[in-house]
């Protein structure tokens, strides 16, 4: 008789449980569109000067408006065809709607006109607008010279490179 009367407080007990507003609550997983090996995408539209990106995986989140994309190559083409910039990246964020990326992992950037390089281990790039924003160490050289700091920002267009702390550097006249 202890056993039923143990059995029934047991189940009484489990019956008991409720759910807690102040608990709390997991959202469902957001599952991607697609995955895709071998990957080529266009970032931008034709006769807008997009970035041709080829990369060995990508995730689309079409409903997010974004990929991850792993091991990339990207390219932009000036008017006459000519390479007007070109990189590479470890892992990247990309907000497909606002035609920006998160770059990480041995960024390399090359803007051929004035023949620049830039490398970073992350930088943020609005590739619409052609600005590079990065906050961590970057190492930017040219046929002018050489420098390397800290919260570097860049607008392609203008050719206006700025960095908040410079370690190290030299600009040749």
């Known amino acids: 008789m202890k056993k039923l009367y143990l059995i029934i407080f047991i189940v009484l007990l489990l019956a008991s449980c409720s759910f807690r507003e102040d608990e709390e609550v997991h959202e469902k ?3 991607p569109d697609i995955i895709l090996e071998g990957a080529e995408y266009t970032l931008g ?7 041709y990106i080829n990369s060995s995986r990508m995730t689309l989140y079409s ?3 974004r990929a ?7 390219v932009s083409y000036n008017d006459d065809g000519t390479i007007s910039i ?4 470890d892992h990247a964020e990309i907000d497909t709607e606002n035609e920006t990326m998160d770059l990480e992992g041995n960024v390399l950037l090359h803007q ?6 830039i490398k970073a281990e992350s930088l943020y790039f609005d590739t619409e607008n052609e600005e590079i924003t990065a906050d961590g160490t970057v190492s930017v050289s040219s046929e ?7 919260g570097f920002a860049a607008d ?6 700025s960095f908040k702390l410079i370690e190290e550097g030299e600009f040749i006249i």
Do not use: C, H, T, W
């Open 29 to 31: 997983a957001v599952l």
């Open 45 to 51: 539209q034709d006769g807008n000067s997009p970035i």
């Open 63 to 65: 409903r997010d408006n």
């Open 68 to 74: 991850i994309v792993e091991n990339m190559e990207f």
């Open 86 to 89: 070109e990189g590479s990246a």
């Open 112 to 117: 051929s006109d004035g023949d620049m390089m």
């Open 144 to 150: 002018d010279g050489s420098f390397r700091g800290m």
């Open 156 to 161: 392609l267009r203008e050719k206006i490179y």
